[in-house]
Nanobody, 117 residues
C-alpha cells in the first residue's frame, strides 16, 4: 500500500503562484505513471497533468503554459508548480500514482487550493 501525502495548498489571489508537493512512502523510481487531479466544488474529479517513468508530461488544455509537473526520484516526490492562477483553478488537488500499466492506482488525501478574484 503506497501512502501519498500532498502539501502546499492554500489561499492565493488571482495571478499568484503555488507549488504543490506529494510525498510518496516508497520509491517512485520505476512507477509507470504519476499525476495530479483536481475536483472543483460541485464537479467531478478531472485530470490536470501526468508524468511517466521518464520525463514525458501531458497537461489538460486549461492549464497548459501555466502549470508544470515534475518529480524528484531521490526524494520520492511529485510536484505541481502553478503560476498565473485563476479562480477557476479552485479545487481540491489530488496526487495519483500507478505502479504499472495494469495495476490499480493510489490516491492522496488531497490539498485545497483556493484562488480569489
Amino acid at each position: 500500500q503506497v501512502q501519498l501525502v500532498e502539501s502546499g495548498g492554500g489561499l492565493v489571489q488571482a495571478g499568484g503562484s503555488l507549488r504543490l508537493s506529494c510525498a510518496a512512502s516508497e520509491s517512485i523510481s520505476n512507477v509507470f505513471l504519476m499525476a495530479w487531479y483536481r475536483q472543483p466544488p460541485g464537479k467531478q474529479r478531472e485530470l490536470v497533468a501526468t508524468i511517466d517513468n521518464g520525463i514525458s508530461t501531458n497537461y489538460a488544455d486549461s492549464v497548459k503554459g501555466r502549470f508544470t509537473i515534475s518529480k524528484d526520484k531521490a526524494k520520492n516526490a511529485l510536484y505541481l508548480q502553478m503560476n498565473n492562477l485563476k479562480p477557476v483553478d479552485t479545487a481540491v488537488y489530488y496526487c495519483y500514482l500507478k505502479r504499472g500499466q495494469w495495476t490499480a492506482g493510489y490516491w492522496g488525501q488531497g490539498t485545497q487550493v483556493t484562488v480569489s478574484s
